[in-house]
Nanobody, 132 residues
Framework: EVQLVESGGGLVQAGGSLRLSCAASGFTFDDYAIGWFRQAPGKEREGVSCISLNDGSTVYAPSVAGRFTISKDNAKNTVYLQMTNLGPYETAVYYC?????????????????????????WGQGTLVTVSS
């Protein structure tokens, strides 16, 4: 059974940084892709970043490119999302999701808008609050 557990959320001031973690289990790590998504109150879920664990290729939403970095630690079966220069508008619940890399879930056009449709397995989310 695929299990994903997010951690690292919390309260941060505008301009600050946080690192989120997504601990994965129940599948062969290298066979999957993992995406990070966020959902603010009253808004649609938005794709933030994605990494294909088989080849390490990455995708970023335009709104976070240059500020967020996705990375993986194969030894720990964990994917990280380093977030810098956060703004209050980025307050949301952040989720990680996983699906098979052969489906190329990271390569969907307009990942920020359509990426969530490509993933079947989701974590419970971690809340990030950015104060002004």
């Amino acid at each position: 059974e695929v299990q994903l557990v997010e951690s690292g959320g919390g309260l941060v001031q505008a301009g600050g940084s946080l690192r989120l973690s997504c601990a994965a289990s129940g599948f062969t790590f290298d066979d999957y892709a993992i995406g990070w998504f966020r959902q603010a109150p009253g808004k649609e879920r938005e794709g933030v970043s994605c990494i294909s664990l088989n080849d390490g290729s990455t995708v970023y939403a335009p709104s976070v490119a240059g500020r967020f970095t996705i990375s993986k630690d194969n030894a720990k079966n964990t994917v990280y999302l380093q977030m810098t220069n956060l703004g209050p508008y980025e307050t949301a619940v952040y989720y990680c999701a996983a699906d098979r890399a052969v489906k190329s879930p990271c390569r969907v056009a307009a990942f920020a808008v359509y990426g969530s449709r490509e993933f079947e397995n989701w974590g419970q989310g971690t809340l990030v609050t950015v104060s002004s």
